[in-house]
């Protein structure tokens, strides 16, 4: 398999690491045509399984 070398794109994917990549996923998922998003930090912390204050929410799952 050819791998394709890192570009500076994907040098800042790196330098953002995982988690801050989520809420900047977590951001873009709210824009609008014009590129405008006003999310709540309540919305994003909701949508990363993540409480408000930064500690992971106990969300159990249902079978």
């Known amino acids: 398999m050819k791998t394709c070398p890192p570009t500076a794109d994907t040098q800042h994917i790196r330098e953002l ?8 996923l977590a951001i873009a998922s709210h824009m609008d045509e014009t590129g405008s998003c006003y999310p709540t930090q ?5 949508m990363l399984g993540i409480r408000h204050d930064g500690q992971q929410a ?6």
């Open 58 to 63: 106990n969300k159990t799952a249902t079978v």
């Open 17 to 24: 690491g995982s988690e801050r990549l989520a809420v900047l």
């Open 42 to 46: 309540e919305q994003i912390a909701d």
